[in-house]
């Protein structure tokens, strides 16, 4: 064999490893992106079919209604526990009274925090049976007579007849 092709054939050796090196490495890139994509699509779909937003979804309606002075609506979205609290005409009224007539207030503004798990949770002492509940805390934005003011309330989410339900916690 003469040095030409010696050289030649040395040189497409060279040529064909550095291309399957390079092959390899835009492949195992490749497969890197792959699998992140795939693991934020999976984590996305999973943070937006999860429980907590689930029940953000169910806190957001309750207060939307709660803001458009539609309080039929939000009663009904109530624990049973809160409905055998409160009478349905009894709470429309009261809360068109406190919230919106006294602030002089049409409207409000409204935000909610992130939910928090509670494992084990008891609604009253004299109930023995406990479940798992999410709490969260709304603020109360007002622009009113009387000057800005922003009111928290503890929110408690509990299922009830495969449904979450809007529960206020009060001191016995």
């Known amino acids: 064999m003469n040095d030409n092709f010696k050289k030649w054939v040395i040189n497409m050796k060279f040529r064909r490893y550095q291309y399957q090196k390079n092959r ?4 195992l890139i490749g497969l890197i992106f792959t699998i992140a994509f795939i693991t934020l699509v999976v984590y996305a779909i999973v943070q ?5 937003r689930e029940v953000e979804k169910v806190a957001e309606q309750f207060y939307q209604y709660e803001q458009n002075g539609d309080f039929s609506n939000s009663w009904e979205m109530f624990h049973s ?3 055998n609290r409160f009478d349905k005409s009894d709470y429309i009224q009261d809360r068109a009274h406190v919230f919106l007539e006294h602030f002089g207030v049409n409207t409000f503004d409204f935000t909610i925090s992130e939910p928090v798990k509670i494992e084990n949770y008891q609604m009253t002492t004299e109930l023995a049976n406990t479940q798992t509940v999410y709490r969260l805390i709304v603020t109360y934005i007002y622009q009113s007579k009387y000057g800005y003011l922003e009111i928290d309330q503890p929110v408690i989410l509990a299922e009830e007849d495969q449904e ?7 001191e016995e």
């Open 48 to 52: 937006f079919f999860s429980t907590e």
């Open 81 to 83: 526990s809160m409905k």
């Open 24 to 27: 390899n490495i835009i492949l």
């Open 164 to 170: 979450w339900r809007i529960l206020w916690e009060y």
